[in-house]
């Protein structure tokens, strides 16, 4: 990082930048640990043409998570774009290893979080999950979100990319009527949007914290679907989330069918080896 974009950090921040470390921040953007001497912050870059939209996104995702006062979330400090390099500046969370009490609480926070509502599916406009466009465009029906703003523009991409071939692909018909049995009665509620293991923290005092949402009004289950793709959720968790919102008899195909959105994201983000577990889904539903 050199030193003019320092400087303008520093500015920004109203205060002098002892030393900036490189840490884990993710596969789509930059991510630092800013120590100043008073306290720390948590900056994320990116040069790609998109980065400033992306960032603002999330900067308005974190904040509207934190004003429902079900979640904590990062202070949002600053973004802005220096030197064609986009930034997002958030307060620094020392995390540390969740326990079983911590993740307890993450699952009663959450479920809080999901009885946040709203008049529609989606959002006023469209955001981002990595570095894809996420669509949202408002519906009153889940099953038709869930199809046009979610799975199908994913499977074009996907054919796009070579990655998926047409015949394997099916109709937006065809993926209607299959999932509207698994869709009745189904209620907005305000979704993380992506909330797979890194993307929350516990606090040194155990506060759980969401970082990096691509939040927008959908089913509460496709917030548990992510959880579990990748695992790092204990049973405490689901323990406590199912306790205030209990499962039914369907949520474990809709985990399954919420699951393929996002190992479609991953195959047109990161490629082939996403391949096997999207045509499996595919054929076991549609």
């Not at 990655?163 to 018909?173: G, I, Q, V």
Request: charged residues 20%.
């Amino acid at each position: 990082m050199d030193k003019e974009f320092i400087s303008h950090i520093s500015t920004r921040l109203h205060t002098s930048i002892t030393s900036i470390h490189s840490v884990t921040g993710g596969d789509i953007s930059s991510a630092f640990k800013i120590i100043t001497p008073n306290k720390n912050y948590f900056l994320k870059t990116n040069s790609a043409s998109n980065a400033l939209h992306m960032f603002e996104s999330e900067a308005g995702a974190l904040e509207t998570i934190a004003n429902t006062n079900a979640m904590s979330t990062p202070d949002v400090i600053d973004y802005s774009t220096f030197q064609n390099t986009s930034y997002l500046l958030l307060e620094y969370i020392e995390g540390k290893s969740p326990t079983q009490k911590n993740f307890k609480i993450l699952g009663e926070q959450l479920a809080e979080l999901h009885q946040n509502t709203n008049s529609y599916f989606g959002l006023k406009q469209d955001n981002f999950i990595g570095s894809l466009k996420q669509f949202n465009k408002p519906s009153d029906s889940w099953n038709a979100f869930y199809v046009n703003e979610r799975l199908y523009p994913q499977l074009q991409l996907a054919l796009q990319n070579q990655l998926l071939l047409e015949c394997e692909c099916p109709s937006k018909s065809q993926i209607s009527d299959k999932l509207e049995p698994f869709f009745l009665n189904i209620k907005p509620s305000l979704l993380h949007g992506d909330l797979w293991s890194g993307n929350y923290l516990i606090s040194t005092d155990g506060i759980p914290y969401l970082i990096d949402p691509a939040m927008y009004f959908g089913h509460h289950e496709v917030d548990i679907a992510m959880t579990k793709l990748f695992g790092g959720f204990s049973e405490d968790f689901y323990d406590a989330y199912h306790k205030i919102i209990p499962a039914d008899k369907f949520t474990s195909n809709r985990i399954d069918i919420y699951q393929l959105y996002y190992l479609l994201i991953h195959l047109n983000l990161f490629g082939k080896s996403y391949r096997t577990s999207v045509i499996n889904l595919l054929n076991k539903y549609f």
